[in-house]
T-cell receptor, first 115, second 114 residues
Framework: KQEVTQIPAALSVPEGENLVLNCSFTDSAIYNLQWFRQDPGKGLTSLLLIQSSQREQTSGRLNASLDKSSGRSTLYIAASQPGDSATYLCAVRDYYGGATNKLIFGTGTLLAVQP | EPEVTQTPSHQVTQMGQEVILRCVPISNHLYFYWYRQILGQKVEFLVSFYNNEISEKSEIFDDQFSVERPDGSNFTLKIRSTKLEDSAMYFC????????????FGPGTRLTVT
């Protein structure tokens, strides 16, 4: 059964720092991996989608990498800003001879960027 | 930019009552999903829906739950007889193959069962 873990659970950094959020998954048979942002009491905003055949994706100050064989993904945030403060979730979509539909989520990393 | 919408934003109901949560997926999407998030816990998959039928469901999605696409735009989740443990944030999502099945989520409905 696929398990997704995110480390650290919480992170506080001063504005301007570059930071890395980690996501690990137990089964490397995945179809894709998505990173989301969740603001308190709000919905999930998709940040980046990495297909299983890709190694990384970039969007603005965000860069996500995927190492399927080791079951790891990282989200790199450059030059962090107070507006980046939120919970960041990673989710994987399994693949067992055919893609399943469901995303399996990690518990998230709560990020606070101090001005 | 197209987005998934959900109504109501907050629903309070008494235990044993039926509730219907409504979603309008992105218009050209073909795959629809419901997830829930109990306060302080992970987001959990409930059900996926394609071509007017359930394609996958979790063990949470028991006989008390049902989904429907009553017309070309709405996608609903019905809970027949709510329990206290159904209190959660319910998220609708949609996707399509051209986007690599990237799932786009709505803002959620907070369901409180008293």
């Amino acid at each position: 059964k696929q398990e997704v873990t995110q480390i650290p659970a919480a992170l506080s950094v001063p504005e301007g720092e570059n930071l890395v959020l980690n996501c690990s998954f137990t089964d490397s048979a995945i179809y894709n991996l998505q990173w989301f942002r969740q603001d308190p009491g709000k919905g999930l905003t998709s940040l980046l989608l990495i297909q299983s055949s890709q190694r990384e994706q970039t969007s603005g100050r965000l860069n996500a990498s995927l190492d399927k064989s080791s079951g790891r993904s990282t989200l790199y945030i450059a030059a962090s800003q107070p507006g980046d403060s939120a919970t960041y979730l990673c989710a994987v979509r399994d693949y067992y001879g055919g893609a399943t539909n469901k995303l399996i989520f990690g518990t998230g990393t709560l990020l606070a960027v101090q001005p | 930019e197209p987005e998934v919408t959900q109504t109501p934003s907050h629903q309070v109901t008494q235990m044993g009552q039926e509730v219907i949560l409504r979603c309008v997926p992105i218009s050209n999407h073909l795959y629809f999903y419901w997830y829930r998030q109990i306060l302080g816990q992970k987001v959990e998959f409930l059900v996926s829906f394609y071509n007017n039928e359930i394609s996958e469901k979790s063990e949470i999605f028991d006989d008390q739950f049902s989904v429907e696409r009553p017309d070309g735009s709405n996608f609903t989740l019905k809970i027949r007889s709510t329990k206290l443990e159904d209190s959660a944030m319910y998220f609708c999502a949609s996707s399509e193959p051209r986007d690599g099945y990237e799932q786009y989520f709505g803002p959620g409905t907070r369901l409180t069962v008293t």
